[in-house]
């Protein structure tokens, strides 16, 4: 069964210049470890002229996690970059923060901190996203029970993929995981048990805006 995800929202980057030197964090959700290093890859042409491209990715709540310091001394740049991901919360992510050598030495402190401070940039502007695990099913009705249905189908937070209105009305639904065995039960009073659903199995999706069928 699929599980609650909590990642980053989008690809995001933002600027640091600590003592003349220049970081450059650059934060993604990701889905395995190949689009992992991809996008670690990409930064890494983007910007080959830098000095440093550290970097740290997790994958499936800390069952996978990878870090690099790239040249940087041990532990001032790829490890403070992962404990960004761990103390944040989040998975399925890949930070990279690159920079340019601005002829001041940090010492290792400064390097952990500049490292962090560029990584939590980057993440703040990719924003943190919740998916819950939702159950994926169709129900099929006839208009009357339709209507009777309309206002439980508005009361939760009911995702609406489809619906075809081709002698029956069938919709294609998805629920979170905890509300369907309620709604089953709901369905089944309100049609006395005419209407017809089919588990479909489950999914990741944010939640609807109550009422909506829309993501939120």
Known sequence: ?????????????????????????????????AEALDFVAKIKKKHADARHNAYAYMLNEGACARYSDDGEPQGTAGIPVLDIIRKGGFSDAVIVVTRYFGGILLGAGGLVRAYSAAAKLAVDVAGIVVYDVFRVFTLKCSYQD????????????????????AGNVTLSLAIPEEDYSAFV?????????????????????????????KPS
Not at 15 to 29: H, N, Q, R
Not at 185 to 211: F, H, M, P, W, Y
């Open 185 to 213: 039960s709901s369905c089944a009073e309100i049609t006395a048990g005419r209407a017809v659903l089919k588990d479909n199995g489950t999914r990741r999706d944010r939640k609807a805006q109550r009422g909506t069928g």
């Open 146 to 165: 339709y209507g009777k249905l309309s206002p439980l189908l508005a009361s939760g937070c009911i995702i609406q993929d489809g619906i075809d209105f």
């Open 1 to 33: 069964m699929d599980k609650r995800l909590v990642t980053l929202g989008k690809s995001a980057s933002a600027e640091l210049v600590e003592k003349k030197s220049v970081f450059i964090g650059y934060a993604s959700p990701v889905s395995d470890e």
